[in-house]
Nanobody
Framework: QVQLVESGGGLVQAGGSLRLSCAAS????????MGWFRQPPGKEREFVVA??????????WYADSVKGRFTISRDIAKNTVYLQMNSLKPEDPAVYYC???????????????????WGQGTQVTVSS
């Protein structure tokens, strides 16, 4: 079973940038479908981005709310995935979670309930 630890959250001004990290241990993340989710204060958890750990062409899916501003990347040697967040907006503050999905049904991206493993989350705060 893979374990996930997020880091990189913090306070940033609107329009600024942050890079979140998700360090995997136990197993390589390339065996999983990986996702980032976020939970704004008082709201439900929402999807941010999903991608095949093997980096299959085309298997990266961003939520419309972050498309063009957020970018995922990976470092296989470090067994780490990253979420680069640019042009942060007042609606982006949330606890951001990294998750791993070992198997999903027919729909892409996988639904949140299909993710087997979750990190503890990292807080992102945006000041206006």
């Amino acid at each position: 079973q893979v374990q996930l630890v997020e880091s990189g959250g913090g306070l940033v001004q609107a329009g600024g940038s942050l890079r979140l990290s998700c360090a995997a241990s136990g197993r390589t993340f390339t065996r999983y479908t990986m996702g980032w989710f976020r939970q704004p204060p008082g709201k439900e958890r929402e999807f941010v981005v999903a991608f095949s750990g093997s980096w299959s062409a085309g298997n990266v899916w961003y939520a419309d709310s972050v498309k063009g501003r957020f970018t995922i990347s990976r470092d296989i040697a470090k067994n780490t995935v990253y979420l680069q967040m640019n042009s942060l907006k007042p609606e982006d503050p949330a606890v951001y979670y990294c998750a791993a999905c070992s198997a999903y049904g027919t729909n892409w991206p996988p639904a949140s309930y299909e993710y087997d493993v979750w990190g503890q989350g990292t807080q992102v705060t945006v000041s206006s």
